[in-house]
T-cell receptor, first 116, second 111 residues
Framework: GAVVSQHPSRVICKSGTSVKIECRSL??????MFWYRQFPKQSLMLMAT?????????EQGVEKDKFLINHASLTLSTLTVTSAHPEDSSFYIC????????????FGEGSWLTVV | GIQVEQSPPDLILQEGANSTLRCNFS?????LQWFHQNPWGQLINLFY???GTKQNGRLSATTVATERYSLLYISSSQTTDSGVYFC?????????????FGRGTQLTVWP
């Protein structure tokens, strides 16, 4: 079945640095991917829609200059957290439509980001 | 945006018990999915069920789109069923795959 993979699964970075998270569709092409953020014991909140070959669409309240999204190919979207701060520490997870005309959405394994 | 409400927020069961989780949504949807999030954060697809009834082993789900709710049934619960169950919907007219999540139901199954 459709598989979406994220890397890294866990990352620790220092305040002020940037960190990149990758989201790959392994056996299908995804023109659109989605990035979510989840704080401990809370729900998933959509951050942005990543569009292959064009700019991402950000949800209200999400800083586009802080959370840079690039979707350079049909199988890869990246989320870069720039100038990270401890409050950016969270679980980030991506998703993609499973392709083949289906509507099921598949999620990556998620990435735990800790900013120290 | 569309509102998604899940109940109950927490559920504690003994192994072997049955349970029903509910998801209400405030507008028409293209897609409704139930997920199980394990302790490591991974989201596991349980059902894609914008309408009707589906069954998969001990789990089944029913969505009544006209009344804007969905139910997830877990029968003969096992300790491995513990985790958070999320309902997520894809608002009709929105980008396909753009999901709005409920707050989840935290299920704990004791042996």
């Amino acid at each position: 079945g459709a598989v979406v993979s994220q890397h890294p699964s866990r990352v620790i970075c220092k305040s002020g640095t940037s960190v990149k998270i990758e989201c790959r569709s392994l056996d299908f092409q995804a023109t659109t991917m989605f990035w979510y953020r989840q704080f401990p014991k809370q729900s998933l909140m959509l951050m942005a829609t990543s569009n292959e070959g064009s700019k991402a669409t950000y949800e209200q309240g999400v800083e586009k200059d802080k959370f840079l999204i690039n979707h350079a190919s049909l199988t890869l979207s990246t989320l870069t957290v720039t100038s990270a701060h401890p409050e950016d520490s969270s679980f980030y997870i991506c998703s993609a439509n499973g392709g083949l005309g289906g509507n099921t959405i598949y999620f990556g394994e998620g990435s735990w980001l800790t900013v120290v | 945006g569309i509102q998604v409400e899940q109940s109950p927020p927490d559920l504690i069961l003994q192994e072997g018990a049955n349970s029903t989780l509910r998801c209400n949504f405030s507008d028409s949807v293209n897609n409704l999915q139930w997920f199980h999030q394990n302790p490591w954060g991974q989201l596991i697809n349980l059902f894609y069920i914008p309408s009707g009834t589906k069954q998969n082993g001990r789990l089944s789900a029913t969505t009544v789109a006209t009344e804007r709710y969905s139910l997830l049934y877990i029968s003969s619960s096992q300790t491995t069923d513990s985790g958070v169950y999320f309902c997520a919907v894809d608002h009709r007219g929105s980008t396909l795959g753009r999901l709005y999540f409920g707050r989840g139901t935290q299920l704990t199954v004791w042996p």
